[in-house]
């Protein structure tokens, strides 16, 4: 992360110097160069001051349906729901195979596609908070402090 700020603030500096090449003395840094200097300087304050780690993650989601025209529906209701939350959806263009490989539990990554985040934005994607584990004769272990159900 320190090597990608040091990026941008290279970047940063070789506009400002063409500037001044220029005789534009007084020229404000771009929005963008400005924008990853700020989002740089946040990610690496999480890092450092509050403990977060970097994780390097792929969500893929399957969706099916009876017809082609269901399935192009579908298809616009999850691109609109994630563009209203500001996440970025693509769909896989004869890439089907691979991305159901990818779908399915068994621990393959066809799709090569990765995003950094940290472990509190990691942890949002988490669809349960407990995990319960019932087994009939099994050995109780106490109470799930989060549920406060009794584990066996």
């Known amino acids: 992360m320190q090597k990608r700020l040091l990026g941008v603030e290279t970047n940063i500096n070789n506009w400002q110097r063409k500037q001044n090449q220029n005789s534009n003395y ?3 840094i771009p929005y963008d160069l400005e924008q990853q200097r700020k989002e740089s300087k946040e990610f690496l304050d999480d890092l450092t001051t509050r403990d977060q780690r970097m994780l390097l993650i792929q969500v893929t989601f399957a969706h099916v349906a009876n017809t082609k025209e269901q399935l192009d529906t ?3 209701s999850l691109l609109s729901v ?3 939350h500001l996440c970025q959806f693509s769909t896989l263009n004869w890439q089907q195979m ?3 490989n990818t779908v399915l539990p068994y621990g393959l990554r066809k799709i ?3 995003r950094t985040m940290t472990t509190e934005s990691t942890a949002v994607l988490m669809p349960f908070k407990t995990q319960e584990i019932m087994d009939k004769g099994g050995i109780y272990y106490g109470v799930n402090s989060i549920s406060r159900t009794s584990l066996w």
């Open 26 to 28: 007084s020229s404000t």
């Open 74 to 76: 579908d298809t616009d």
């Open 82 to 84: 994630g563009r209203k």
């Open 112 to 114: 090569d596609t990765l």
């Open 98 to 100: 691979d991305g159901l």
